[in-house]
């Protein structure tokens, strides 16, 4: 199968990789068919995907350990002596 040669390589963002799997997610696309319209690699959305959230921008909801998410359920704030300012 011979490749399309005017295609050219470009690196992304992280914010427009973001942008894409926001963009997967509120479509009713196969990856394989997603992945053709918007010319990318399978591979790479598959790589990008599987992305531990420590290379995306930081996400309070996301890193909070369970104390804290149970504390503010509650409304109250857990003691923490080494989070004092």
């Known amino acids: 199968m ?4 005017t295609r050219r390589w ?5 914010e427009e990789w973001q942008t894409l799997l926001a963009q997967f997610a509120a479509s009713s696309l196969t990856i394989s068919a997603f992945c053709q319209r ?9 790589r990008w995907r599987a992305q531990p959230r420590a290379r ?5 909801a996301a890193s909070a ?7 503010a359920a509650r409304g109250a704030v857990p003691d923490y002596p080494d989070r004092h300012p």
């Open 2 to 5: 011979a490749r399309n040669s």
């Open 56 to 60: 995306l921008p930081f996400d309070p």
């Open 38 to 46: 918007e010319a990318i690699s399978e591979g790479s959305f598959y």
């Open 10 to 14: 470009r690196q992304r963002s992280v």
């Open 65 to 71: 350990t369970s104390a804290d998410r149970t504390c």
